[in-house]
């Protein structure tokens, strides 16, 4: 009976939690279906109304296909690039030793402490004396590293008993074996987790595509939602 | 400076959303016309602007109307969102030597690109052969891209003047009939407007010149001859206090409200308030987002010691970075857009702005017979100001004045305490960034 | 990072595609930033050598000490704001519910929406008297003339919260991870022997799950530091610089009023700053965080 009801207050307070948490998605999508006058009357905005032109209005001014097809192969690139090089980076620092391995994880950390604001500049003069102004490598090489990602790897791949290494060793299964047999399908839910972050990261770009970028032939949409 | 703000923002982020989840065939962009049998060598400028929406269709359609006078030369445009996003772009590409032909530029920008030799000085061309006449311009529409020098470094282009946007119904529910011509009748109005809990006045501080408005009715001027901060302005019994009262005094009488971002444009729009401040570049969107509910009417602002408004928008310059085929092409390009029928064309599709020149109005008559937001806007334009150009201004305006004003505003500090601040902050600012030169 | 193998070179080479973009485009752009601290370098002006004199003017401004304090007050608010809530929905939906995967998806939605699509909603919830937020405050009773983005204190309090709502679903998801990894053996057997569930938590899922708190920990400050997108887009550092946070103002400084040098001198201190918390941070976890292996 107690653990009836416990498992009745749980669901009740999830259930709850998530209605409030997705309010205010779903009213941006019963705003924008509805004519913007009534945008903010409360609780006219919770019924939905079908007003297309909304969307048609927007849809008409920009070549959405573009940008959208730019968003999504520009994040999944950088999402493969730095997904892959943070992993190996992550393999290194945990299962090979080296004496330098302390200060590069030191400096990888580092670049998650950098305020990209900052080097916004730098990186643009970087990126225009290699030539990549207005192109897609501009928007994704900067970025196919990432330092959250290989210290979320290391965090998970320390977890791995170390044991299984070198017993696998004793069975002659190479590094670069063990990396793709053992660790990547056994690390799938952390690498899915970085892999959605690391999209997201690039889905969300808005002032670095804006500054390298002139025009949408190679801008993601998050050029054209600047505040 | 791009009003066309939060509707057009609240789409965009769904649509995005949408398109998130499900694919969608789009539209083709479209292609540039092929020139005809170029007759002088071909040449190619880049036009960075922030002209999207209604906007940059009627650019589009002004650029290929050049492209027919000009084969030869291509307008390559790159549309960026607003001045916010402008903003860091153009400066980054100034820092990297990389900047555009030519693009829209706001006056208190340019002082630091005129400094740094970044940008084409006009006046040559203006007075050379393929120049032109400044005589038909608006004067104060010219000043602000004019150097103290004479030299004139921006040309005009997308301007207009702050007026009032008011609910003709809900004027009429209240007995008001005619607009308010002085701060008096102004507060009176408001108050009589301001019903069950709603506040008639919907004050955005999105960029100051709303306020500053009301500061130039009063008199007031915060830049002295020398290009520092004037004393007088901020005085205990000067033009800052006596707006800064104003607005204050509204708000705590519950006649007027502080709202955040583009809120008071839906605010308007859906009645919750019933005057409004704004420019021109404000009536595409008010006419959609009000759809025919209520008539909108547009007055001028009242007025105080004078009748004054502000004057708000963007600038043309040329970027010296470019080959001189580049800088002839970008002259003949700003030369079309401020000429007669460039400048018309813009005024009535862009259907937000003005024009910039005083030539074109008998041909703009019937235009304006029936567009009452740039009749009134037009109307005020003699005794309408642009922002100063000092080095600091944009410093001062966004940072300190905006501060003062939302202390008093949200009742932190009184008009006296806020602009002695004020004062204090704009000297540092002065010293540190010099003024004109 | 165990020193007991023997040296294996062949991981450099494992490190070196990440070390050159993090070299390239992160740590010689940081460098580069640091050298422009040291010159007066406004718009693109030749600049001229000023020492560390930028360091000095700013340590006597106001306005910068205002936005470390306000830095501070932002991130430690999120931070065990964030990682509380966070590990109280983990470990419930943890505990066995057979829905744990819906409601762990639902609850990371806010975190996959565009920020900037997101932040304008709570913009409009937030506005004063009209917003959602106030109509619902005005429904149960409460004053609902609330300028939530239009006074200082409570500009804070909304970016805050705006942030945890966008932020929980993704540290969630962290949290869970952390708990797969501890063996439902242990718990089970403590069980049997009669302890609580509140004793459980704290006796062996807390310790368990400490390397993941401290992961949390780590993420959560360096990325509220970091926040920079909601503040452009809710308050854009206002009202009165109320929330105005470093990141704003070396953007602000750099992009707005064109102070390269002295913007690259607060970038600097933000992290130097930053980099001393995480040490602090992992010389702590050294002696307080338990690794199973």
Known sequence: MIRKTKRFLTYTFLIASVVITLFPIWWIFATSLETSRRAYSFPGALIPQLHWQNYRAAWLLAPWFRFLANSVGIGLITTVLALSTSILAAYALVFMANRWNKPIFGIILATMMVPFYSIMIPDYLIVRD???????????????????????????????????????????????????????????????????YLFLLSWNAFLWPLIVTNGPQVQPIGCTLFL | MNNWSLGKKMFLAASSAALMATTLAGCGSSAAPTPVAPSNKPVTITFWNEMTGPYEIALSSEISQFHKLHPNITVQDTVVPNDAALE????????????????????????????????????????????????????????????????QYLMPFNLGAAIMYYNKTQFQQAGITSTPTTWQQF?????????????????????????????????????????????????????????????????????AVLTHGYASQTDFADGT???????????????????????????????????????????????????????????????????????????????????????????????????????????????????????????????VLMNAIVSVLINKATPVQAMQQAYQQAKVLAQKDGTYQ | ????????????????????????????????????????????????????????????????????????????????????????????????????????????????????????VWLWMYQPNLGLVDQLLGALGFSNKIGWVNTPNLALVSLIIYTVWLSFGFTTLLFMAGLTNISNELTEAAAVDGATAWQRF????????????????????????????????????????????????????????????????????????????????????????????
């Open chain 2, 187 to 255: 507060t009176l109005d408001t108050a009589k407007l301001s019903t069950n809990g709603r506040q008639a006045f919907a004050i955005t501080l999105v960029h100051t010149y709303p306020w500053l408005a009301f500061f130039y009715q009063a008199g007031g001027n915060f830049i002295n001859s020398k290009g520092m901060p004037n004393a007088a302005a901020f005085a205990p019994n000067g033009p800052g206090v006596k707006a800064l009262t104003l607005w204050g005094n509204m708000i705590k009488n519950g006649s």
């Open chain 2, 88 to 151: 860091p772009k153009l400066l980054t590409a100034i820092v990297a030597q990389d900047p555009p032909t030519l693009s829209q530029v706001n006056p208190p920008w340019a002082t630091g690109f005129i400094q740094t030799g970044s940008l084409v000085n006009l006046s040559p061309l203006i007075n050379g052969p393929q120049g032109f006449s400044l005589s038909a311009y608006y004067p104060n529409m010219l000043k602000a891209g004019t150097w103290p020098n004479g030299d």
């Open chain 2, 273 to 399: 308030s019933s005057i409004l401040i704004g420019t021109t570049g404000f009536y595409p969107y008010l006419q959609q987002a009000v759809a025919g509910k209520f008539p909108i009417g547009m007055a001028p602002l009242p007025g105080d010691v004078k009748q004054a408004t502000s004057l708000f928008g963007g600038y043309l310059g040329i970027f010296s970075k470019s080959t001189p085929a580049q800088q002839a092409a970008a002259f003949a390009f700003v030369k079309y857009l401020t000429s007669k029928a460039g400048t018309l064309y813009w005024m009535e599709h862009s259907e937000g702005y003005l024009p910039v020149r005083s030539d074109v109005e008998q041909e703009a008559a019937s235009f304006l017979a029936t567009h009452p937001a740039q009749a009134v806007s037009l109307s005020v334009l003699p005794y309408a100001k642009m922002s100063p150009k000092v080095a600091w201004w944009d410093e001062f305006s966004h940072e």
């Open chain 1, 130 to 196: 290699l030539g990549w102004l207005n192109s897609y490598t501009a928007q994704i090489i900067p970025f196919a590293a990432n330092g959250f990602a290989v210290f979320l790897l290391v965090q998970f791949m320390r977890t791995f008993p170390k044991e299984l290494r070198d017993a696998a060793r004793i069975d002659g299964v190479t590094q670069w074996g063990y990396l793709w047999k053992i660790i990547v399908p056994n690390l799938i839910p952390a690498i899915t987790t970085v892999g959605i």
């Open chain 3, 202 to 293: 704290w006796r062996i899922t807390w310790p368990l799950l400490s390397p993941t708190t401290f992961f949390v920990l780590v993420v959560n400050m360096i990325n509220s530091f970091q926040a920079f997108t909601q503040i452009y887009a809710l308050t854009r550092g206002g009202p009165i610089n109320g929330t105005t946070t470093l990141t704003y103002y070396i953007y602000q400084t750099a992009f707005n009023y064109f102070h390269f040098g002295q913007a690259s001198a607060i970038a600097v201190i933000f992290f130097l700053l930053i980099l001393a918390l995480t040490g602090i941070q992992f010389w702590i976890s050294r002696r307080s965080v338990f690794y199973e292996a």
């Open chain 3, 1 to 120: 990072m165990n020193a007991e193998h023997k040296a294996q070179p062949i991981g450099y080479l494992y490190l070196m595609p990440a070390l050159i973009v993090f070299l390239l485009f992160w740590i010689v752009p940081l460098m580069m930033v640091a050298g422009f601290s040291l010159f007066h370098f406004e718009y693109g002006t030749h600049p001229t050598w000023v020492g560390l004199s930028q360091y000095v003017s700013l340590f006597q401004t106001n306005l910068f000490w205002q936005s470390v304090r306000i830095t501070f007050e932002f991130a430690i608010a999120v931070v065990l704001g964030g990682t509380a809530i966070s590990l109280l929905f983990a470990t419930l939906l943890y505990s066995g519910l057979r829905a744990q995967g819906l409601f762990r998806s639902l609850f990371f939605l806010p975190y996959v929406m565009p920020v900037v699509a997101t932040s304008t």
